[in-house]
């Protein structure tokens, strides 16, 4: 018999629902004795030290930082929650995307003056947009992107797997990459081949009437580099979801630059309703004696 | 040899446009004596009268009510602007169905208290959209929203030719029709039969939580019934960008309405270079003498 812990926001909404799917030799207990744990990193890492017996940690998240301190052990697998947060995502970007073109704001503006704005919007047909990173997340992004006929280019360590972008750079190409693009969308993971991977350098071969949106992970922007291009101009908008501090600290600079739209780490919660399959389904292969899917490499981060 | 009066706030870019496709038998004129038109209906209208030798007229817009004025003369071929405007259509229906479930407006208003708002946002993902009327437009919508894994209810008057609806409605099933729906969108040309067709009946059918849009004809909405609606919250919230008068008068009850969004008949505005192929098309049917595309019948009105 399995002993599954669940720690979790959501631990009932959880519970709930890997009850119902009636899983074979699993126990749901509340007691660090448990050989399997579902949860969320940021209260699994806390409690990890005493978890003596466990063998497989599955993250409701698809980031696993606070996991990943080479203080806490790693002598258990650790899988993470890919493949569900690409619909979301894509509902995120495109929603600012389309805000964007459609000047929401300025519609809105003129609205409460009472001003009737004949000022033409723009259109998403045509334009170009470079994705920061093309796993599956990028995937969901590049067919939303090629449904409003978009071109796409996408940025990769080395993969060129998906079929819906027209044109892939890698490693030393990420100025080409950003040169005319409309659109930049940041979704690579925290790794070290990712820190600041969005600096001064990257921005500044971006064209000024671009978009910045980071719904990915802070870590890779430099901040006060995305700061001083939005200040002096040249870079018309950043959209940004994550943050190297969260919740964004009260002084920081960027809730007083122009320009900015700032959401709070919601680009793509973490629904119950779509994890709960993800575990129940690397459970059953658990039980069987089968591989994981999505098996976190605590060097790589991800 | 035939002769083309352009009569458009874009003249010169349909004449670069036209000139370029080096069209046969084609001269572009500036005066009455011509027997081909292409442009606005509003700036054709008052000219009409002494156009004595037309034989076609290819309106630069999907609407053609200035020209259909029972006192103006109908002695020649009438066609509409059709089959362009799902794009922009739907680039300004889901930017403001994404602005509603990513709470865009509400994220912005915690930004500029500096508030870190963790108000988990909606998806489009399950939620059901109603389409009123299912044209080309239509198809177009519907498109989009099975792009974004919605369920999609149809309410036309027999067809049932778009393979994305998941569901149709005629006639006197408008109630049914309405019901459930999470979204409306009316996109129904302006005809006799369409007239009024969102009255009080149609709005009190929908659920408190729906969100009505209209980018396509004023004359189709009880404007009244609909401030009546939002303003005891029976509805959640109304997008417009068609109203009965344009420009909406100062003094209309809109303006002051709770949960509405205005914008000034910009959804999808007919530009040149996707009008003039349409122009371009037709003209080598004529000049082959074909039937036209897009024939307007003028007691229908469409």
Same mark, same amino acid.
Request: with cysteine; aromatic share 8%; hydrophobic share 45%.
């Given at each position: 018999?399995?002993?599954?812990?669940?720690?979790?926001?959501?631990a009932?909404?959880?519970?709930?629902?890997?009850?119902?799917?009636?899983?074979?030799?699993?126990?749901?207990?509340?007691?660090?004795?448990?050989?399997?744990?579902?949860?969320?990193?940021?209260?699994?890492?806390?409690?990890?030290?005493?978890?003596?017996?466990?063998?497989?940690?599955?993250?409701?998240w698809?980031?696993?930082e606070?996991?990943?301190?080479?203080a806490?052990?790693?002598?258990?697998?650790?899988?993470?929650?890919?493949?569900?947060?690409?619909?979301?995502?894509?509902?995120y970007?495109?929603?600012?995307?389309?805000?964007?073109?459609?000047?929401?704001?300025? /519609?809105?503006?003129?609205q409460?003056?009472?001003?009737?704005?004949?000022?033409?919007?723009?259109?998403?047909k045509? /334009?170009?947009?470079?994705?920061?990173?093309?796993?599956?997340?990028?995937?969901?992004?590049?067919?939303?992107?090629?449904?409003?006929?978009?071109?796409?280019?996408?940025?990769t360590?080395?993969?060129?797997?998906?079929?819906?972008?027209?044109?892939?750079?890698?490693g030393?190409?990420?100025?080409?990459?950003?040169?005319?693009?409309?659109?930049?969308?940041?979704?690579?993971?925290?790794?070290s081949?990712?820190?600041?991977?969005?600096?001064?350098e990257?921005?500044?071969?971006?064209?000024?009437?671009?978009?910045?949106?980071?719904?990915?992970?802070?870590?890779?922007?430099?901040?006060?580099?995305?700061?001083?291009?939005?200040?002096?101009?040249?870079?018309?908008?950043?959209?940004?979801?994550?943050?190297?501090?969260?919740?964004?600290?009260?002084?920081?600079?960027?809730?007083?630059?122009?320009?900015?739209?700032?959401?709070?780490?919601?680009?793509?919660?973490?629904?119950?309703?779509?994890?709960?399959?993800?575990?129940?389904?690397?459970?059953?292969?658990?039980?069987?004696?089968?591989?994981?899917?999505?098996?976190?490499?605590?060097e790589?981060?991800?």
């Amino acid at each position: 018999m399995h002993r599954l812990l669940i720690l979790s926001r959501h631990a009932d909404a959880y519970r709930g629902l890997i009850d119902a799917e009636r899983l074979p030799d699993l126990e749901i207990v509340y007691s660090d004795h448990c050989d399997v744990v579902l949860g969320e990193p940021s209260l699994i890492a806390p409690a990890i030290g005493r978890l003596s017996s466990i063998t497989w940690v599955q993250s409701t998240w698809a980031g696993v930082e606070p996991l990943l301190d080479p203080a806490l052990r790693r002598d258990y697998v650790l899988t993470n929650a890919r493949g569900v947060f690409g619909g979301l995502m894509s509902e995120y970007v495109f929603g600012y995307l389309l805000a964007h073109e459609r000047m929401i704001f300025r /519609k809105h503006a003129a609205q409460q003056e009472g001003r009737w704005d004949a000022a033409p919007p723009g259109t998403l047909k045509g /334009k170009q947009i470079g994705l920061l990173g093309v796993g599956s997340i990028g995937a969901a992004l590049a067919r939303t992107a090629k449904h409003f006929g978009m071109r796409v280019k996408g940025y990769t360590r080395s993969s060129e797997g998906c079929a819906d972008v027209d044109e892939y750079f890698h490693g030393a190409e990420r100025i080409a990459f950003a040169r005319d693009l409309d659109y930049l969308v940041c979704i690579v993971p925290n790794t070290s081949g990712t820190r600041r991977l969005v600096d001064a350098e990257l921005l500044a071969a971006l064209p000024p009437r671009a978009v910045f949106v980071n719904p990915g992970r802070g870590a890779a922007v430099d901040e006060s580099a995305l700061a001083d291009a939005l200040q002096s101009r040249r870079l018309a908008c950043a959209v940004l979801d994550v943050f190297q501090h969260e919740p964004l600290p009260p002084d920081h600079v960027l809730w007083r630059t122009p320009n900015v739209l700032i959401t709070s780490h919601t680009a793509a919660l973490s629904a119950p309703e779509d994890i709960a399959p993800v575990f129940i389904d690397n459970y059953r292969r658990f039980a069987a004696g089968q591989p994981l899917w999505h098996r976190v490499d605590f060097e790589a981060g991800y």
